[in-house]
């Protein structure tokens, strides 16, 4: 007989075996990702030997290939089933990380990253569609939780380990960073392709079953969801925040120490670790994901008013200001997290899941996508009055996600009703 564990440690797992299992692998896939990506700037510039120019290029256009592949290959994913294109996509990623010590120059580079990102894109699309197929509807968003909690822990581990092998400071050490990461990767693909397969893995054989899956209008179709999506990916700017733009105005704009950045990632991360699934308990319908939605702007948009006023402040003023402006963004990546779960549990049609994890992608693309530069500049030219424009997207686009929320869901009760018996 199993020993039952004390119900505090309970609490803080998955609540099943299989979310378990699919925390597992956040780690490992994290671990492996984030150990080549602390260093990649290193990796890119010294191995490779590209300018920074270069390299934000490179990345650039990979981005922009991957993003016209997103909706095909997630009408791949519901061809030949979730859990197969998943391990599929993990399996090739693994493979291209053992290309990159013979990669040289900018045309290789610029090769490999869009191979990359559509090999990454096409897994993204089996995973997400995956993660809902094979849940109860009751379990997906507190599953998906905990998984990205695991996330932060992968990446965190992962960091520790590229730290230390760039503290090598040896061309040797960096060149077998993605050796070792396609190892770990590799072991990535081989436990996904040992999980439970799900419901839509089991594709039935080409003919008339697989025409009918098939037959109702796709998801672009589906204005409501785009438009959803969109300003659910202008929600998620809020990575941009925690990122970019609070770095730079604490270091330009404000009296704080450079040192405080690294707490306020700390703090992130443990945030998000310890945070992320309490944020999205009871999100498991429309209305609440939308709840979700509203906190995590209300949260977004006391973050720019606490921080726009550390223009002005001085010593410890600034340093509690900025930290808890980092806090409060941090709480609306949390909520917007739950938020975009529940949207795809909720709102994709259950025969076309890749697909509109691809379409997802486009929306929440093109709601991001101008942020970095949108926002560095209304912050750091138009100081406390660009912090409140900032805001004000914010609203705006909340306001959009309940009428875009209900036409997704009349769209997919319609294309039900019109679908053949």
Not at 115 to 131: D, F, M, N, Q
Not at 156 to 178: H, M, S, W
Not at 262 to 268: D, E, I, P, Q
């Amino acid at each position: 007989m199993t020993p039952r564990l004390p119900a505090w440690l309970e609490n803080m797992l998955p609540p099943t075996h299989l979310a378990r299992r699919l925390s597992v692998q956040s780690v490992l896939f994290a671990f492996g990702e984030g150990i080549f990506l602390t260093g990649s700037a290193v990796f890119f510039t010294q191995i490779v030997g590209l300018s920074a120019a270069q390299v934000g290029l490179g990345l650039t256009i990979a981005g922009v290939v991957s993003f016209f592949f997103a909706v095909p290959s997630g009408k791949a994913t519901d061809r030949i089933g979730p859990k197969r294109m998943w391990a599929l996509g993990a399996a090739v990623e693994a493979l291209l990380y053992l290309v990159w010590p013979w990669i040289g120059g900018f045309v290789a580079f610029l090769a490999m990253m869009i191979l990359l990102e559509i090999v990454t894109t096409a897994a993204r699309s089996g995973r997400g569609a995956y993660t809902i197929d094979v849940f109860p509807r009751a379990e997906r968003v507190r599953s998906q939780a905990f998984m990205r909690a695991a996330l932060n822990i992968g990446f965190t581990l992962g960091a520790l380990v590229g730290g230390l092998a760039l503290a090598f400071d040896n061309d040797d050490v960096i060149r077998a960073v993605p050796v070792l990461t396609a190892v770990i990767l590799g072991a990535n693909a081989l436990l996904i392709s040992r999980l439970p397969a799900a419901a839509h893995d089991r594709v039935p054989a080409a003919g008339q079953a697989g025409e009918d899956r098939l037959i109702a209008p796709g998801a672009l179709r589906n204005r409501g969801f785009l438009a959803l999506t969109t300003c659910n990916g202008v929600l998620g700017t809020n990575q941009v925040l925690l990122n970019v733009v609070i770095p730079l105005w604490l270091v330009q704009e404000t009296d704080a120490p450079r040192v405080l950045l690294a707490w306020l990632f700390g703090t992130n991360t443990v945030m998000a670790v310890f945070l992320q699934v309490a944020a999205a308990r009871g999100v498991d319908s429309v209305a609440s994901s939308l709840r979700a939605a509203r906190i995590s702007a209300g949260f977004f948009v006391l973050s720019c008013a606490i921080v726009l006023v550390t223009h002005d402040t001085l010593g410890w003023a600034t340093i509690a200001l900025v930290w808890l402006g980092h806090v409060t963004v941090t709480g609306a990546e949390l909520f917007q997290s739950a938020a975009s779960w529940g949207f795809m549990s909720e709102l994709s049609d259950p025969e076309r899941l890749g697909e509109y994890q691809g379409a997802s992608h486009i929306g929440f693309t093109l709601g991001s996508v101008w942020a970095p530069a949108a926002f560095t500049f209304l912050a750091m030219e138009w100081g406390p009055s660009g912090w409140i424009v900032i805001a004000a997207v914010i609203v705006v686009a909340t306001l959009g996600m309940g009428p875009a929320a209900r036409a997704s869901e009349r769209y997919l009760q319609r294309d039900s009703v019109d679908a053949p018996a």
